[in-house]
């Protein structure tokens, strides 16, 4: 319902830019539903039903550093020396926290749930690089929200014949209203502005908060404690992202890469 609240409220900023989309983008943008609305959030939603939103925040922080050796198996190079190590601090981290309940509610089936959700995204933001070029984006966020809508259906009408539910609470819909307006139509057409303009790997880098506002949500909000382990376990994986996102060579150097990525 969010994703059906999202595009309806595109729809009037669409309908002047509207441009349908080409026979040979129809699989393209499928598997951009499939992935970025359908997959992820069925990873991610049922993991948060296992895990802490803490656990979740922090494991989707190495979002950057999935999508960093995912560029360097793309272009078919050797990792950097800091891409390495900033791979083996985050591991360090994830370990640290993986699967440990401390108190507020984490699994290991949870946990392993929202790395799913990682690899998700990571590919979500490929498929998208490819398509982002092509059409206004408001146009493509609100095929992207139909489309995710569509093939959400079928999982949805399974979950709800195996465990049927009453109707939401005043409080559940106005939950759906602002996953659908913040979480679905603007993110989105944000996110998928973004990716043309500073490239893959930095729009991901750009993930390095949700940690914080993640792990003080659950914490102020849902009771979840800050433990030790959290807290360690979150210093070793940002510290481990940022070292491996790092490019050396300066202003200069980075300012190529992005180039490159655009291109």
């Not at 259906?153 to 009453?166: D, M």
């Amino acid at each position: 319902s969010r994703f059906v609240l999202a595009a309806l409220l595109l729809w009037p900023l669409v309908r002047r830019q509207w441009k349908p989309i080409a026979r040979q983008d129809r699989l393209p943008l499928l598997a951009l539903g499939l992935t970025g609305v359908t997959v992820y959030f069925a990873f991610e939603n049922y993991g948060l039903k296992y895990t802490t939103a803490s656990h979740g925040a922090l494991i989707i922080a190495t979002i950057p550093l999935c999508t960093e050796l995912t560029e360097t198996l793309r272009r078919k190079r050797l990792p950097s020396l800091a891409t390495l190590a900033g791979l083996a601090i985050s591991l360090a981290g994830v370990f640290l926290i993986f699967g440990r309940d401390s108190g507020g509610g984490a699994t290991l089936e949870g946990d392993l749930l929202i790395i799913g959700a990682v690899v998700t995204w990571v590919w979500y933001t490929y498929l998208a690089d490819r398509l982002v070029n092509r059409y206004p984006n408001l146009v493509l966020t609100q095929w992207i929200m139909l489309v995710g809508t569509a093939t959400l259906l079928p999982g949805a009408a399974a979950e709800y014949l195996i465990s049927p539910f009453g109707l939401p609470s005043a409080g559940a819909w106005g939950g759906v209203a602002f996953l659908g307006i913040f979480c679905s139509a603007l993110a989105y057409h944000f996110w998928n502005l973004t990716i043309p303009a500073l490239g893959v790997t930095t729009t991901n880098n750009l993930l390095y908060g949700i940690p914080l506002v993640g792990v003080l949500t659950g914490v102020l909000a849902l009771g979840e404690p800050l433990t030790l382990t959290i807290v360690l376990g979150g210093t070793l994986i940002i510290g481990g992202v940022v070292l491996a996102s790092r490019r050396p060579g300066g202003k200069e150097r980075q300012e190529k890469v992005l180039q490159a990525e655009k291109n």
